[in-house]
Nanobody
Framework: QVQLMESGGGSVQAGGSLKLSCSAS????????MGWFRQTPGKGREGVAT??????NNADSVKGRFTVSKDNAKNTLYLQMNSLKPEDTATYFC???????????????????WGQGTQVTVSS
């Protein structure tokens, strides 16, 4: 089993920045793929950014503004979010899996492990 815990959410004005963290524990040596997803009320969960091996994948809506990275020594995944927009408001979830498919395809169904989520609110 793998446990994931997000932190770093909060409220910010449009144009501002936030950095999310996701700390992984448990059987982390089995994890080959980690990523960030977000969800707003009434909508499905969508992929934001993923990381596997030396590769990253970003949703078109966040390209050039968000950067995903990982500190392997700390088993922690990060999401640096710059130039935030009101439409970035959502609950952000960290996800992990042994398979790389979810990372390559930014697909929620391929991830077995999820955190509880952290709220990001961007005001105009």
């Amino acid at each position: 089993q793998v446990q994931l815990m997000e932190s770093g959410g909060g409220s910010v004005q449009a144009g501002g920045s936030l950095k999310l963290s996701c700390s992984a524990s448990g059987a982390t040596d089995r994890i080959n793929c980690m990523g960030w997803f977000r969800q707003t009320p009434g909508k499905g969960r969508e992929g934001v950014a993923t990381l596997w091996d030396d590769n990253t994948n970003n949703a078109d809506s966040v390209k050039g503004r968000f950067t995903v990275s990982k500190d392997n020594a700390k088993n922690t995944l990060y999401l640096q979010m710059n130039s935030l927009k009101p439409e970035d408001t959502a609950t952000y979830f960290c996800a992990a899996d042994w398979s790389r498919n979810g990372c390559i395809l930014l697909r929620t169904a391929d991830f077995d492990y999820w955190g509880q989520g952290t709220q990001v609110t961007v005001s105009s």
